[in-house]
């Protein structure tokens, strides 16, 4: 085959198979775009998962020798997505690319306000529900055990059950109960998004990790329309599947940890 | 006017003026909306420092019952940009509608790979240069003065300045060296995009308050290519009569703080 022959098959991406590349054993930041798959029964490789590379696939990604290639720079960190010759980071990124692709978020050309606002909803839900959570038991330094930074952990874990846990799910309370939810049942366009998918995965990572302050706020009422969109996305039947299925990982000490004396 | 012509004249966004809703008085996150606006020479209507509506403008947006529109959800937080009948929030998602539109990244058509990557490299400048340089200051809540949790502070700006600053420059200078760059003056595809207006406006924060630890970094020569980029992005003829400009706004109190014990 000749190298331009050769490249222009490379370039075709869209008929190449998804990698995910992500640690293996432990749901993750990987998980955001695992469900994605799962929830409609796309075809993926968790490559150090499911393949001999193990470990190693992530290892070489993040090394830092690692420059990338012409079109593709380096990633700082997991997960990648590799599809043809496109590999990009970072969670959000990842989804963007796929929604459209997947049937999981109108493309920019069918629906410009959708295709911003399920990536703004699910910047918010990683915010709060993802990145704010890990803090809690890494406020000083991701490099740090838990153990020697536990007293800031407590305090932190504090605000976040009793200020910042609240407020995340009173706004996406509110955006469910706007017009432009489309009903209330999905967060946009009264269709299930990828948003739907993150909010639901975040919401059950924070579950595990502070249990009982989840029951309690789930008991108020406030929070109605978030927890029905989180029982109905795990009813779906592609998703019920999945996570009864050997490819859900178990929650470990990633980035939702149940440390008790965090929790209420 | 029939509703439906209204509608239809509403809906044509791209002939409208750009509005950007940010706090008064700082530059924050705004200011990444900024600068592109700035860099291009593109007008826009920078809400709360220019017109009577001031602060307000924020305070009605965040307001906890606004509940947006039928096309738009509430944001959490501003920045907001507004442009005709569309209504966003969040920093990269903003930049994303804004890249193609000013000339300042490719759009999807032209080149996936490089939309994707400018949104991934501008994800990751802000986790590292703009998220964690604010909860050095705020490691335990947002909620409380720095003052009541300085101790934590003390801790987690000496792992910012030691293991995490070090870390993100050193795989930023990575990506310029890499082939992805096309020579390494900028971060994608040998061209300014917005991904290199936010490295430089977060490095020039980090400098404001890290003055000592960035000036050390700088004389090792270990991230070269990166402070060249940050030169070069600051002598752009634009950008430089920008920062001269009374429009641009001080450091404050706002995610970038000089608070000495913090620094070296």
């Given at each position: 085959m000749s190298t331009r022959a050769s490249k222009r098959q490379k370039t075709d991406s869209e008929s190449e198979p998804y990698r995910l590349i992500y640690w293996p054993g432990l749901p993750g930041r990987g998980e955001h775009i695992r469900l994605a798959f799962e929830a409609t029964g796309t075809p993926y490789v968790d490559v150090s998962n499911a393949t001999s590379e193990g470990v190693k696939a992530v290892l070489g990604q993040i090394d830092t020798q690692n420059q990338g290639d012409e079109r593709n720079p380096p990633p700082l960190a997991p997960p990648v997505l590799e599809h043809g010759d496109l590999r990009i980071s970072q969670t959000p990124n990842i989804l963007l690319y796929l929604g459209g692709r997947l049937g999981l978020a109108p493309s920019p050309d069918q629906d410009l306000h959708g295709y911003h606002h399920v990536n703004a909803l699910t910047l918010t839900?990683?915010?709060g529900l993802s990145n704010e959570p890990h803090d809690v038991h890494h406020p000083v330094a991701t490099g740090l055990y838990y153990e020697d930074q536990k007293d800031e952990a407590l305090r932190k874990a504090k605000d976040y059950r009793e200020t910042r846990l609240p407020k995340f799910l009173d706004y996406f309370n509110r955006v469910l109960s706007g017009p432009a939810s489309?009903?209330?049942e999905y967060l946009y366009g009264n269709k299930l998004t990828y948003a739907?998918?993150?909010?639901?995965q975040a919401l059950d990572g924070v579950s595990h990790a502070f249990p009982k302050r989840v029951?309690?706020?789930r008991e108020t009422g406030d929070y109605d329309k978030v927890f029905a969109l989180y029982d109905r996305v795990?009813?779906?039947e592609k998703v019920k599947a999945?996570?009864?299925s050997d490819r859900r990982q178990k929650y470990g000490m990633g980035i939702y940890r149940h440390y008790p004396e965090l929790d209420e």
């Open positions: 839900v990683l915010d489309g009903g209330g739907d998918l993150v909010l639901f029951a309690n706020l795990k009813a779906l999945y996570l009864e």
